[in-house]
Every structure is written in C-alpha cells, then in structure tokens.
C-alpha cells in the first residue's frame, strides 16, 4: 500500500517568503501612515520641502487613494502567501477572484443603499403625485435647489 500522496500534497510556504512577506506588509503600513500623516505634520518635520508639502496640502483627497491603493496591495500579498493562493490551483484562484469582485459589489451595493437619502430625488418630495412631467406650479410653487429653474410663485 505505498500509494504516492503527492497530488494532494499541500503546498508548505517557506519560513524566507513568509518572512519577508511581513517585512513587505510591515514596510507597507508605515508608508500608509507616512502618506496620511505627511500633508499634515510635512511642513513641521522636514521645514526645507515646506512649499512642496503646502501644494500637496490641496491634494488632500489623494491621501485616501494612496492609503486605498496600499491597502489593496496589502490584502493580495496576505492572500497570495499567507492564506496560500499563490500555490493553489485554478480553480480556488477563480474563487478568490470572484469573491473579491462580489464582495466589491455587494460593499458598492450596500453603500449606494445606505447613500439614497441623501440623493434629492425629484418625487420624492411630500406633494401629491402625478404620471405627468412636474414644474413648479405642479409642486404647488415650492422651488428645489437642485431644479434651479424652478421659481416660487
């Protein structure tokens, strides 16, 4: 009964990768915080590259794509090497894939839901409601800011 096992053999990841997967993800966050904090304390830490940091102030939003984009390749490094995807077959990388890309679209799903009230929405507003076009006469005069053409009567 020496039957060989080596099919269903599980990949074991070396000590070296592993290691040096956390020193990556290590290096990683402190670049996160270095990018998110930079605008912000840049001027007081390094007073000579002040006028670079003030122009970067502006950009203020790009900070959450850095931070975005670092976390994503943060969360691939994770799965490829530590939950072992790189070494997996096909088919359990298709699922990796396809359950990142649902989970995307239930989270955009969810934050569109979430999002809704805050969306003015011509119809929704407390007046009685008819099949046909609406102007401001039809909506007993009331304007809404985002019917700028729209004027009270």
């Given at each position: 009964m020496a039957e060989s096992h080596t099919e269903h053999a599980h990949h074991v990841t070396s000590?070296?990768?592993?290691?040096?997967?956390?020193?990556?993800?290590?290096?990683?966050?402190?670049?996160?915080i270095v990018a998110a904090r930079a605008p912000i304390d840049g001027p007081k830490l390094?007073?000579?590259?002040?006028?670079i940091f003030e122009g970067w102030s502006t950009l203020w939003f790009l900070t959450n794509a850095v931070a975005l984009g670092i976390a994503?390749?943060?969360a691939v490094q994770v799965i490829r090497?530590?939950?072992?995807?790189?070494?997996?077959?096909g088919l359990i990388r298709l699922y990796v894939v396809g359950g990142f890309i649902g989970f995307s679209l239930?989270?955009?799903?969810?934050f569109d839901y979430?999002?809704?009230?805050?969306?003015?929405?011509?119809?929704?507003?407390?007046v009685p409601s008819t099949a046909f076009p609406r102007d401001a006469r039809q909506d007993g005069?009331?304007?809404?800011?985002?019917?700028?053409?729209?004027?009270?009567?």
């Open positions: 000590d070296k990768v592993l290691n040096s997967t956390f020193l990556q993800l290590t290096g990683l966050m402190i670049l996160t390094l007073p000579g590259f002040a006028g994503i390749i943060k090497y530590f939950m072992g995807a790189q070494y997996a077959s239930l989270y955009i799903l969810f979430v999002a809704r009230p805050w969306e003015p929405v011509r119809g929704w507003e407390n005069g009331v304007p809404y800011p985002q019917f700028p053409s729209a004027k009270s009567e």
